[in-house]
């Protein structure tokens, strides 16, 4: 997948942070719905035996940082070892810092692993670590990233121990503003696969599939969050720019640096035509992901990718 130099990556993700609201909703969803989920997982009946959690693609850990608090809450007596997969070092270094200054880690009870790496380069480690099986395994707005999303999934779901939960959040097609804008604009353009920056899109579409292929049950919910892309329509703004940079990335088959001067003008006339403009005069777009999650082997609530009743 073509992406942006890896430092510049990083700058346009924090400015697509700092305008929206993913990170609260997401920690919203994990503080209320995650601590039903960790009750069905199945954990080890000896407190002597260690709770291992994977978090992949960490980033700075704040998610990583709630759910531990989380699964700490479940298991009160068991040591608890967390494995934070991270390529950027950075980031990696911000959710050391995080980790440190969490109290509730400092007892020695909860212990950590990092690993500065790709997903792909931690999974070909999984056959070979003596303890290679996970209570929970969670990949938070991640997916997008790996070469070959199904063997990913594969790969930690199958090293998941009996009753394991994976958590998964990834961009969602329902309800989703940004998307339609981006395939207005797209419909406009009358060679688009020519264009000379392509970029596979990846939404929960592209997951639902897998799960079904490999029989894995699982529980989907949409959950939506806003941006403010006011900034993308001031001319000259820099942080506009990486903006752009960003949702055309993640969103479109193109990065916004590499259109002409005429598909920009398209692209904005598009994106206007689905902001709603807030009193304060923010121009405001709604976006969606889903949160998947899946158990290994069979819940009361599920069964291949069907939600039989009310579950969690």
Known sequence: MKTLDETYYVQTLEA?????DQEQVTLAWIRAKMPSLLKAVRWPVSTAEVVRVIGVGSGKGIMDVDVLKLVQR??????????????????????????????????????FEWHEKISED?????????????????MFQMLYHVRDMEET????????????????TIASKDGNDLLKAFEDYEATIPNLHDLPAQNMKRYSDDVLPILRRHAVPYRLETVAYRVDVSECFVQGSLAGKMLLD?????????????????DRSALLNSLSNYCKLEGDGRRM???????????????????NGVVEQDGV
């Open 153 to 168: 999934i594969q790969n930690y779901y199958n090293n998941l121990t009996e009753g394991g939960l994976m958590v998964i």
């Open 246 to 262: 960003f949702i055309c990335l993640t969103n479109a088959t193109c990065v916004y640096q590499s259109l002409a001067e005429s």
């Open 74 to 111: 479940e298991c009160p007596e068991n040591p608890i070892h967390c494995i934070g997969i991270e390529p950027n070092p950075d980031e990696l270094a911000r959710f050391k810092k995080r980790a440190a200054e969490e109290k509730s880690f400092s007892l020695g009870r909860t212990t």
């Open 16 to 20: 697509f942070i700092e305008r929206c």
């Open 122 to 138: 931690f999974e070909s480690l999984l056959p070979s670590r003596p303890d290679n099986r996970y209570h929970v395994i969670h």
């Open 285 to 303: 777009l709604t976006l969606t992901f889903d949160c998947i999650t899946c158990y290994k082997g069979s819940q009361p609530w599920m069964c």
